[in-house]
């Protein structure tokens, strides 16, 4: 076992059962975590880049089994924030500090390709980083943010197992998503994806999978969140994820993608109190604290008991400063591009 992370640790390279082997068997999760720890300080040091997230829109045309947002859900009460709104939450958030805003919405046309690329022209007058995370749209689309200002995107593929894909997206189509995130690449985005870790049925392989297509695709970011049943979506009767092992499954990203940014998600908080902090204690080195305002926070449900819903952007912002110093990182005073992103683009 401890070979195979010394293996991984020093070449970067495991085989498809290598990683199930190291996710199925538990004796050798410290040793795991920290060499992530030690290869996230070599690669891309003790900074911690922090993201504003404006989840500005609740409404969503698709019926992803697992998230609260999904079209079928009668029990969420449905908001679009208007672009005053949404730029006046991204001026508040760069006086924060921010240096990077996530606009992070369901997947709908409410907003037209006009009204989003003046939005992200407005939001870039502030020298802020913009990342958005708006679901599939087309290469014309991408094309027109991405000339607006753009400067990444954030698509998880959310399994690579096909099977289990199509079963818990209806009316989605995996090749599209694939093709969504190589469009990304070609039209010069920083390109995040991710997974959701403990979906039902989901195995030790296919989550080794997921790892290696992150490395096929050459990713420069890559979020991981454990899988949160959600009561209003049909898989409310399933096992939720187990926190360590979506923590397993990044360290092993990290360990496989040295340099690309990894943040420490919240639904690792919202299952582990203390879970973004061991999180980056165990190769993450991106924070994405809220910045929505108001009331709309709770109603940007994907799950049940996600954290802060009754914070502030101010609350957050300080919060998560001091957690960060408390463990003896700094948090980065630049825009926190993807070191991977500045190799692979040169
Ligand atoms: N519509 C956008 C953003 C989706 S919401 C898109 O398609 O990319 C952001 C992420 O929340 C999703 O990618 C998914 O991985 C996560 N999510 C949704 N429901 C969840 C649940 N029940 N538990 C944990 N994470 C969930």
């Known amino acids: 076992m401890q070979k195979l992370i010394n293996k991984a640790e020093k070449t970067h390279i495991l085989e498809r059962e290598e990683i199930s082997f190291l996710l199925r068997d538990s004796s050798v999760n410290d040793e795991l975590f920290n060499a992530a720890d030690r290869i996230r300080e070599e690669n891309v040091g003790r900074e911690v880049h922090l993201r504003a997230l404006i989840e500005f829109s609740n409404v969503c045309k698709q019926h992803c089994k697992y998230c609260g947002l999904r079209a079928e859900n009668k029990n969420l009460d449905r908001y679009n924030i208007d672009e005053e709104t949404i730029f006046k939450f991204a001026e508040k958030a760069a006086g924060y500090g921010y240096k990077t805003v996530v606009l992070q919405s369901g997947e709908s046309n409410f907003y037209s390709e ?3 690329v003046s939005l992200i022209k407005k939001i ?3 020298n802020m980083a913009v990342t958005l995370s708006i679901g599939e749209k087309t290469f014309d689309e991408y094309k027109a943010y991405k000339s607006a200002g753009a400067d990444r995107y954030l698509l998880r593929i959310e ?7 199509s ?16 469009n990304l690449k070609d039209l010069g985005y920083e390109v995040g994806t991710g997974c959701l870790v403990g ?14 297509f992150f490395k096929k695709l050459d990713a420069d970011m ?5 899988f949160i049943p959600n009561p209003d979506t049909p898989l409310k009767d399933e096992k939720a994820g187990s926190f360590i092992l979506a923590l397993k499954v990044m360290a092993l990203t990290r360990l496989l993608l040295p340099d690309a940014n990894i943040p420490a998600t919240t639904a690792m908080e919202t299952l582990d109190p203390n879970g973004r902090i061991l999180a980056l204690q165990s190769g993450a080195n991106v ?12 109603k940007y449900e994907l ?3 996600k954290i802060c819903i009754n914070d502030t952007p101010a609350k957050c912002s300080m919060c998560i400063n001091a957690k960060i110093l408390s463990i003896g990182r700094e948090v980065s005073k630049d825009y926190g591009k993807s070191k991977h992103f500045i190799k692979r683009i040169k």
């Open 114 to 116: 006009k009204q989003l």
């Open 124 to 126: 870039k007058s502030l």
């Open 159 to 165: 399994t690579t197992d096909k099977n289990l894909y």
């Open 167 to 182: 079963k818990l997206h209806p009316d989605m189509n995996f090749e599209n998503r694939i093709n969504c995130l190589y």
């Open 199 to 212: 979906l039902p049925e989901q195995t030790f392989e296919s989550l080794a999978d997921d790892i290696l």
């Open 222 to 226: 890559v979020g991981i969140g454990p």
């Open 287 to 298: 924070v994405m604290p809220n910045a929505t305002e108001g009331e709309y926070r709770k």
């Open 303 to 305: 799950y049940p008991g």
